[in-house]
């Protein structure tokens, strides 16, 4: 009985261990077989490593806005764009006394006690830069086929003709006027769209692809 047991034990142990590895080599060949029969399916780790892989990403919108031509917050309008539709008060606020003529406001006059920065209000090209006797330094940039605007009443120009401005770049900074009397740094500023002079206003936070 002793012998009998000597050769039974190792035996089955043997055999145990035969059943475990073919039922492995059996799940692991009906997995494989599994796989190549379905072709179609994505699985998840199959493109984990892949250097092809599209990131998934909240898509941005990067649609430019018309800014304001200055970055100070202690500059206010000291004259509105002339609308021919508004009422005769408003209409009187927005015509310029140089001499003694009257001038209807083909922009707005932004003022400040402290002189300040002007910027661009889109990507464009300085196409001139010229001096005027009522608003002195005057620098024009054109933005597209259709959108041109005009810095005036400026000086420490830092830019010259042929130039492209970004966004928010800093071209000039005010000067003091030459038609009021105060003592308030201004821009004149003008904003032509097809060749209208239209309210500056009225064009903030509009996209650049609504005024092509």
Request: charged share 20%.
């Amino acid at each position: 009985m002793g012998k009998v047991s000597k050769f039974l034990l190792p035996t089955i142990y043997i055999g145990i261990i035969g059943v475990m590895v073919m039922s492995v080599v059996l799940v692991l060949s009906g997995i494989q077989s599994f796989l190549n029969e379905s072709p179609l399916y994505q699985y998840t780790l199959d493109g984990v490593f892949s250097e092809n892989i599209i990131p998934v990403v909240k898509e941005q919108n990067n649609i430019e806005a018309v800014i304001r031509p200055y970055l100070s917050d202690k500059v206010k309008v000291g004259r509105y764009f002339y609308d021919y539709e508004s009422d005769n008060t408003k209409q009187e606020q927005s015509l310029i006394l140089y001499g003694d003529t009257y001038m209807q406001n083909d922009g707005v006059d932004y003022v400040s006690s402290d002189k300040f920065d002007v910027v661009s209000i889109l990507k464009g090209e300085v196409i001139s830069i010229e001096d005027s006797e009522i608003y002195g330094k005057i620098l024009k940039i054109k933005h597209n086929d259709n959108l041109i605007s005009v810095y005036s009443n400026i000086k420490d120009v830092l830019v010259s003709v042929g130039y492209t401005a970004s966004q928010g770049e800093i071209i000039a900074s005010s000067d003091k006027s030459k038609i009021d009397n105060g003592d308030n740094s201004m821009l004149h500023f003008e904003i032509y769209y097809k060749g209208n002079a239209v309210d500056p206003e009225s064009l903030y936070t509009m996209s650049v692809s609504e005024l092509q």
